[in-house]
């Protein structure tokens, strides 16, 4: 089976298949930009078992959902873990931070991972600064021209013109190319700016469960820095900060990320042999 959809319509897509009994969920950030926007971190991690790619109803490509795609948004999340056995969430920026927000997780999951995520809104204030610290006059002038006329090719243009604040010099080529080709979908973003981005708050933190935090030691949309703090802290939780690697730190350190998923597959491993 390579696509298994479930009754809320959210996708489920197989990127790939290893020897071992893990299911790795990847939930794209944006929100709006599809699950495509991970297909390279699946490749780069190379995880044992299936990695799937997620993309919630009204989510990138998966549109055509009868009613309204976005009213179990982000609680759907659960019908994607109850939908394969051993699910391990990979939750990438406002990905991650939607997993946080649906407590009912904890007891579905083997292990969590959070890539360039916050655990609150106030990563906001600090990606405000950063662009008025580093403007992008091409941004604006694509945000504009959004406002005017939205559609799902402007919301591309913004994306792509963005590249300098999502990579660092050295690949912001590739990840340009990654911005361009992705879906985009202009009704996510709106559900999510009305009714999410600003009021986030984690509403769970693992108590138990293997969790990896991964951070680009250069992002500069979703500050790292709000992980430093003693309540984020355990013996279940891993943290790597990913030095030279961005907001999509796969992309310029493809190498690095992969470890960091190495060491929380070995956790897992050694927890399934203890138990």
């Known amino acids: 089976m390579n696509e298994i959809w479930t009754s809320s319509g959210v996708r489920l897509r197989l990127r790939a298949h290893r020897a071992g009994e893990l299911n790795w969920l990847f939930l794209p950030g944006g929100p709006g930009i599809g699950s495509e926007s991970l297909f390279e971190l699946i490749d780069a991690v190379a995880a044992p078992g299936s990695s799937w790619a997620v993309d919630l109803p009204g989510d990138g490509s998966n549109v055509g959902v009868d ?22 969430y990979v939750g990438h920026s406002t990905g991650g931070m939607y997993l946080l927000s649906t407590p009912a997780l904890e007891p579905l999951l083997r292990g969590l991972v959070l890539v ?23 941004v604006d002038e694509a945000t504009e021209a959004y406002a005017a006329d939205p559609s799902d090719e402007r919301l591309r243009e913004i994306a792509v013109r963005s ?39 984690a509403a769970w933190w693992p108590r138990e ?45 493809p190498e690095d990320v992969r470890a960091a998923f190495d060491a929380l597959t070995q956790a897992l491993t050694e927890l399934s042999a203890s138990s």
């Open 163 to 201: 590249a300098p604040w999502n990579f660092t010099p050295e690949g912001v080529a590739a990840g340009a190319e990654l911005l361009a080709r992705m879906p985009y979908n202009g009704a996510a973003v709106d559900w999510s700016d009305r009714n999410f981005d600003s009021v986030y708050s």
């Open 67 to 88: 009613g309204d795609p976005f009213a179990a948004w982000p609680q759907v999340l659960i019908e994607a873990a109850e939908a394969v056995p051993n699910p391990v």
């Open 209 to 253: 469960l293997p969790t990896l935090i991964v951070s680009g030691g250069a992002d500069r949309i979703v500050t790292q820095r709000l992980w430093e703090d003693a309540r984020f802290e355990g013996a279940n939780v891993m943290r790597r900060e990913i030095a030279g690697g961005a907001h999509f730190p796969w992309i310029e350190r």
């Open 116 to 138: 360039s995520t916050a655990p609150d809104a106030s990563w906001l204030p600090a990606f405000v600064d950063m662009t008025r610290s580093h403007p992008l006059p091409a």
